[in-house]
């Protein structure tokens, strides 16, 4: 074993997590981390590692980007034939985890995913750059590639396709909804007793709020 990557660790003083300054919404308590995450100017806030899995189980993850939350779940987009589209086409199932150093805080959120409508698709694509927009079109993603000059050769010839135009939506682009079922907020404490509340979303439609051992 590496004894430098052994040695590494951390104390973790900067802050607690009481259920009685928890707010009762896991959504609103995501919001109150989350604002405060973009207050303390973190690099890309939004920034989550996404787990799926295949029919028999197997995972993989990867790093996507928030792009929208609200009390319906929280949304990223993609290209549906990537890899993780075609697992959550098979396997609609997903987990989520955020991970902001610098506040010593972690949320991790699992639960069912779902495509998000065509009209919200529309106006998130119509959102973006337009590099950002073609580059939907040229990369057909987690395939293999012969190299990257074929990636830039097809973005110079859209490019000139699209110039001075609106640029469609890909059909084969758009978002996904993970729809919560559990969402933990975890923070940093000293001696590893750190604090984990999870929310756990009840068949009513409520949520209770349990405290994990660290």
């Not at 308590?29 to 890309?44: G, M, N, R, T, V």
């Amino acid at each position: 074993m590496d004894k430098r990557v052994a040695d590494l660790r951390k104390e973790y003083t900067l802050h607690g997590l009481s259920e009685a300054d928890a707010h009762p919404n896991p959504f609103q308590q995501f919001k109150i981390w989350f604002d405060q995450a973009i207050a303390a100017q973190l690099p890309e806030p939004n920034a989550m590692t996404l787990a799926t899995a295949t029919p028999d189980g197997k995972p993989s993850a990867r790093m996507v980007l928030l792009k929208g939350y609200d009390e319906r779940g929280f949304v990223f987009y993609t290209n549906y034939d990537s890899h993780k589209g075609q697992q959550l086409r098979e396997n609609p199932w997903g987990a989520i985890a955020f991970w902001w150093v610098q506040l010593e805080r972690q949320v991790r959120i699992e639960g069912r995913v779902e495509q998000v409508s065509a009209a919200e698709s529309d106006a998130y694509f119509q959102s973006r750059p337009q590099e950002s927009q073609l580059g939907a079109w040229v990369s057909p993603q987690s395939q293999i590639i012969e190299s990257r000059e074929v990636l830039e050769q097809r973005l110079a010839q859209l490019k000139k396709e699209y110039e001075n135009k609106q640029v469609p939506r890909p059909p084969y682009w758009g978002g996904f909804r993970v729809i919560p079922s559990a969402i933990e907020f975890w923070q940093g404490r000293p001696s590893r007793l750190h604090d984990r509340l999870l929310y756990r979303l009840l068949e009513d439609g409520s949520w209770i709020i349990q405290r994990l051992s660290p």
